[in-house]
């Protein structure tokens, strides 16, 4: 389990969600529902997955909303490295103003924007 944002106690119902979460992702269930996953997206888009932001090999997948947690549907998980993963709950965690937006929305924007960041340091020579 992740720790709690600096400054924000956790109640015992967000702990007890927490810990629900954590049980999910280390389940067998949680492995076969992202094997199929890559299945079901290698044959819509007809190549492998790759990390959304940065573009390289993909190891986690991200939920961009919670809601059907344990049967999520395809839109609701997208493939990133784990650096990116990494990066996107940074930013998620550590700067307010992504939490004032809906959970998909501000995932779709952070993505967005490490994509375009990732360009431009590959176009620049930094990466």
Same mark, same amino acid.
């Given at each position: 389990m992740r720790d709690p944002r600096p400054?924000?106690? %956790? !109640? /015992? !119902? =967000?702990?007890? !969600?927490?810990r629900k979460y954590a049980l999910y992702m280390n389940s067998p269930a949680w492995h076969a529902r992202k094997q199929r996953w890559a299945v079901e997206e290698t044959r819509t888009a007809g190549?492998? /997955?790759?990390?959304?932001?940065?573009?390289g090999g993909w190891e986690d997948l991200h939920h961009r909303n919670y809601d059907r947690l344990g049967d999520e549907? $395809?839109?609701?998980?997208? /493939?990133?490295?784990?650096?990116? $993963?990494?990066r996107l709950h940074a930013h998620l965690?550590?700067? /307010?103003a %992504? =939490?004032?937006r809906p959970r998909p929305q501000a995932t779709d924007a952070l993505v967005a $924007?490490? =994509? $375009? !960041?990732h360009q431009d340091e590959t176009r620049d020579g930094r990466n």
């Open positions: 400054g924000v106690a %956790w !109640t /015992p !119902t =967000r702990i007890a !969600t927490r190549r492998p /997955p790759s990390c959304l932001a940065c573009g549907n $395809h839109r609701d998980l997208i /493939p990133l490295c784990r650096a990116c $993963h990494e965690d550590l700067i /307010p %992504w =939490r004032t $924007h490490m =994509r $375009h !960041t």
